[in-house]
C-alpha cells in the first residue's frame, strides 16, 4: 500500500449511507442538507453542484436558500433563523467566505449548532474540545480519521505530528485524534527541528497551506502521512497539489493520501454523514 485513496474511501461511506438513508425513510424521514447561499460565486456554485450529486447518489434530498451578493447582515440571519425552525431539514451548510459587507461571527453564532454541518460554530467546537458529542466537527478534519481507520492504521498508543495549528484542520483533528487514543504533537511554522519530529511520527497529518512545501527529509519508512493542502501549483503550472511533495515522499513511506483524490474526496461525502447522523437524532 502506498497512495491512500480518498475515493475508495468516499465510496465505502456511500454504500453505507445508502442503508442508512433507506432505514430512515421507511420510518418516515427523508435526510435533507439545506446550503444557505450569497450570490454566484463560481468556487460556491461547483461546490453546490458536486454536493447534490453526491447527495442524489445515497437518497438525501438538498435544499438551496439563495441570497444576492448585495444582501444585507439582517437579511442572511433571518434565512438562517429559518432554516434553523424547519424540521424538514436536518443540516445546514453555510458558504464561507461571506461577502464584506457581513459580520462571519455573528453569521456563524446565528447557525443552530445541532444543524451545523461543518462545524463552523462554537458551539460545535465547544463540542469538539470537551467531547460531549453536541454539534459536528469540521467535515475536513474527520476526513483525516476515517482514512486512517479505513485503511487501518492504529492510532492508540500512537505518535501523530500534525502540521499545522488552524481553527479549521490543525486544532480540532488533534482533538479528533486524542479521542482515539494518540499522543499528539502540534508543530507550526515556529516549531525548530521541524524533520526530526516528525521523522519521530508514526503519523504525519500535512495541513500547513504551502505548496509542496514538505519532502522527503521530514519522514521515514512505515509511516502513514495524511497531506491535507490543496494548493494551486506553483511557477504557473495548471491544476492542484498538496504540501507535501508526493512523488518523493510516497517510495519512503507506508502510506500517503494523494492530491487530488485524497482527503479532499472524502470531505463531501462526510459532510453527507453528518446529515444522515442529525436525521437520526432528529
Excluded at 514538505?214 to 504557473?236: H, L, T, W
Amino acid at each position: 500500500m502506498a497512495l491512500l485513496s480518498g475515493k475508495e474511501v468516499a465510496e465505502a461511506l456511500k454504500e453505507q449511507l445508502k442503508k442508512e438513508v433507506e432505514a430512515l425513510k421507511a420510518k418516515g424521514t427523508n435526510p435533507t442538507l439545506g446550503i444557505i447561499r450569497m450570490g454566484e460565486e463560481p468556487g460556491d456554485l461547483a461546490y453546490e453542484k458536486g454536493a447534490k450529486k453526491s447527495a442524489e447518489e445515497v437518497g438525501i434530498g438538498v435544499n438551496v436558500f439563495t441570497l444576492p451578493r448585495e444582501a444585507s447582515q439582517d437579511e442572511l440571519i433571518k434565512v438562517i433563523q429559518k432554516v434553523n425552525g424547519d424540521k424538514s431539514v436536518h443540516g445546514v451548510l453555510l458558504f464561507q467566505p461571506l461577502p464584506k459587507q457581513i459580520d462571519a461571527f455573528k453569521a456563524r453564532a446565528a447557525l443552530d449548532p445541532s444543524k451545523d454541518m461543518d462545524g463552523i460554530t462554537d458551539g460545535s467546537m465547544a463540542g469538539i474540545y470537551s467531547d460531549s458529542g453536541k454539534g459536528f466537527p469540521p467535515c475536513t478534519a474527520e476526513s483525516v480519521i476515517k482514512i486512517l481507520k479505513h485503511f487501518k492504521v492504529e492510532l492508540s498508543g500512537k505518535n501523530v505530528v500534525v502540521l499545522g495549528r488552524s481553527t479549521v484542520i490543525g486544532k480540532p483533528v488533534s482533538m479528533l485524534l486524542l479521542k482515539e487514543n494518540a499522543t499528539v504533537t502540534v508543530c507550526h511554522s515556529k516549531t525548530k527541528d521541524l524533520p526530526k519530529k516528525t521523522q519521530e511520527a508514526d503519523v504525519v497529518v500535512v495541513a500547513m497551506g504551502r505548496a509542496w512545501s514538505v519532502g522527503k527529509e521530514s519522514f521515514r519508512a512505515g509511516q502513514y502521512v495524511i497531506d491535507v493542502g490543496v494548493n494551486a501549483k506553483p511557477n504557473g503550472e495548471k491544476g492542484t497539489c498538496g504540501d507535501v511533495r508526493t512523488e518523493e515522499v510516497e517510495p519512503v513511506v507506508a502510506g500517503i493520501t494523494p492530491v487530488p483524490g485524497g482527503v479532499g474526496s472524502v470531505t463531501n461525502t462526510n459532510l453527507l454523514c453528518h446529515v444522515v447522523e442529525a436525521a437520526k437524532k432528529g
